[in-house]
């Protein structure tokens, strides 16, 4: 394992643990690796950072000064960025079971491209005349792309909840947007599911869905100018994962739009991905205090500050994680542990087993690669605080959001 230069010794004297901690600096090396590939000549391109995987109002400051845009899925998600000052015209509002009400807020904002899930949202769309102006509209197939991931975290598959099938009904749909003057209907959306490993996914989802685009062209005359490709690119979570070249990976993607766009005498433009995990993922850790250790008759349990609360992955997906004892970084890993948090429930595991040099109490374990899904799902189950988040970035360190307190935990109760 890499060693980090951070001071986490003084970082938890001065903002405590558990603490979220972002290297600010890999999250624009991360965001220039997609910008410096994901690009073509003669084909515009656009980066959709997909705010569920970390948002604060810093994070949104950061994509708007990269220049990146912006997927939202919900109303608080499209606060935080337009409190942040995003730019609206550069957010696409996704989310499948959006509500009339997002509607209307996006059009109050004049949010730039609305990605309808299904076919009700269509309707309810078209329904609504008067928008006050004219988004761009995108609708979300499901290829029934079958990738190799996690059950919860494939979204295409013919009984997925999101997106919709090609089928009569949804070309009559996609007829019905195209010929709509109050929107404009630019293109389709699909996005395979997420913590995808394995690059042929996504050049062959590229492919589908550019014969898709043929079809729609040759058989119905329906000429659309836009494609995205949606994120889910995987990142490296364990030293022994396998490295992703995904410079190799943006530009083969775009090139392959490029070349079937001309062999299909197709008319597309403009060509979208969205990640979310391979911006952030690499770039955050989570600094907890080892509290207790108890041995059971099998296992070496460490018992940290923190809990599933701040790292709900484990729980929901069996995910695994790296970590490392501060100042230890050289001593032989001698030791099987469990790692383990202060929430109520036998899930409650961070770590399930990693091999760490002997841990004694008040020791600081930094759990790697913790950035993306960890603070967006936080909670505050057993009425346990969310923690801190701090950037660093150039050495320098920055609390971004606060830690919460006891008076937090009760302000909604009347
Ligand atoms: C979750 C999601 C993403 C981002 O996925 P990552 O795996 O974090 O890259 C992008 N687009 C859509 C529609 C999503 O639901």
Do not use: W
């Not at 910008?35 to 656009?46: A, C, G, L, Q, R």
């Not at 090609?166 to 404009?184: G, H, P, Q, W």
């Not at 801190?388 to 320098?396: E, Y």
């Amino acid at each position: 394992m890499k060693t980090i230069k951070f001071n986490f010794n003084n970082l938890k004297e001065k903002y405590k643990t558990p603490l979220y901690i972002y290297d600010e600096n890999k999250i624009i090396n991360n965001i220039n690796m997609f910008k410096n590939n994901f690009k073509h000549e003669k084909i515009n391109t656009k980066i959709i950072y997909a705010s569920k995987a970390f948002l604060t109002k810093y994070m949104a400051k950061i994509i708007k000064e990269e220049e990146l845009y912006l997927d939202c899925v919900s109303s608080g998600e499209l606060y935080t960025a337009i409190s942040a000052g995003f730019d609206p015209s550069k957010i696409f509002l996704h989310g499948n079971n959006k509500t009339k009400e997002e509607l209307k807020e996006a059009f109050n904002y004049k949010v730039g491209t609305i990605v309808l899930d299904n076919l009700y949202e269509a309707s309810m769309l078209l329904n609504i005349k008067d928008k006050g102006y004219k988004p761009n509209v995108m609708l979300r197939v499901n290829l029934s792309f079958q990738v190799d991931t996690h059950k919860y975290i494939k979204t295409s598959y013919e009984d997925s909840k999101f997106g919709v099938l090609i089928n009569d009904e949804t070309i009559n749909v996609i007829k019905e947007l195209s010929n709509d003057n109050t929107i404009n209907f630019i293109g389709l959306h699909s996005h395979i599911g997420s913590q995808i490993t394995d690059t042929n996914y996504f050049i062959n989802h590229t492919k589908e869905m550019m014969k898709l685009y043929k079809m729609l062209k040759d058989k119905y005359n329906v000429n659309l100018k836009a494609l995205n490709l949606g994120g889910g690119f995987g990142i490296k979570y364990l030293e022994t994962d396998p490295f992703i070249d995904y410079s190799k990976l943006l530009n083969n993607m775009i090139n392959t739009c490029y070349n079937l766009n001309k062999e299909y005498n197709l008319n597309i433009e403009d060509v979208m991905i969205e990640p979310g995990r391979s911006i952030v993922g690499n770039a955050g850790y989570t600094l907890y205090t080892i509290n207790q250790i108890k041995k059971t008759p099998n296992t070496n349990y460490l018992f940290v500050d923190g809990s599933m609360n701040d790292n709900l992955r484990v729980a929901l997906y069996e995910a695994k994680y790296d970590a490392l004892i501060v100042d230890k970084e050289n001593e032989p890993k001698k030791v099987n542990y469990k790692v383990a948090g202060k929430a109520c429930e036998s899930g409650d595991i961070l770590i399930e087993n990693i091999k760490l040099p002997k841990a004694n109490i008040n020791d600081l374990l930094l759990v790697i690669n913790t950035g993306a899904y960890h603070y967006s799902m936080a909670s505050n189950y057993n009425r346990l605080l969310i923690p801190a988040v701090v950037f660093i970035k150039d050495n320098k360190d920055k609390l971004v959001v606060r830690r919460q307190t006891l008076k937090d935990l009760i302000k909604y109760d009347m």
